[in-house]
């Protein structure tokens, strides 16, 4: 069994910066596609970001594209998501999302796409 630990979470101010990790037992991270997502208080889960393996553009959904990065530490079998200028539409509860051994195309939304979650970490963005 996959388990999925994000850490990095917390109480940011409005314009701040944060970096949020996503570690795993398991060296088959780094041979898939890694998600972040997010979920609000009374939304539903979204797509953040995506790293699809090496050599591969990731993927950012619009409200986040221009401030955000996802990038991987293969050494460490972790998924970084770094995201400045932060807005309070940002707070959420932000989760990790992993296909083992399969780089997603196509849309990389939906939740069902994903094997494997994380428990997810909290962040509030809020002046």
Same mark, same amino acid.
């Given at each position: 069994q996959v388990q999925l &630990?994000?850490?990095?979470?917390?109480?940011v101010p409005i314009g701040g910066s944060l970096k949020l990790s996503c570690t795993t037992s398991e060296r088959t991270i780094t041979?898939?596609? !890694?998600?972040?997502? /997010?979920?609000?208080p009374g939304k539903e889960r979204e797509f953040v970001a995506a790293h699809r393996g090496p050599g591969r553009v990731p993927v950012y959904d619009d409200s986040v594209k221009g /401030?955000? !990065? &996802?990038? /991987?530490?293969?050494a460490k079998n972790t998924v970084y998501l770094e995201m400045n200028q932060l807005k309070p539409e940002d707070t959420g509860v932000y989760y990790c999302a992993a296909k083992i051994n399969v780089i997603l195309v196509g849309d990389l939304r939906p939740t069902y796409r994903?094997?494997?979650?994380g428990q997810g970490t909290q962040v509030t963005v809020s002046s």
């Open positions: &630990v994000e850490s990095g979470g917390g109480l041979a898939g596609t !890694t998600a972040w997502f /997010r979920q609000a /401030r955000s !990065t &996802v990038s /991987r530490d293969a994903y094997d494997y979650w």
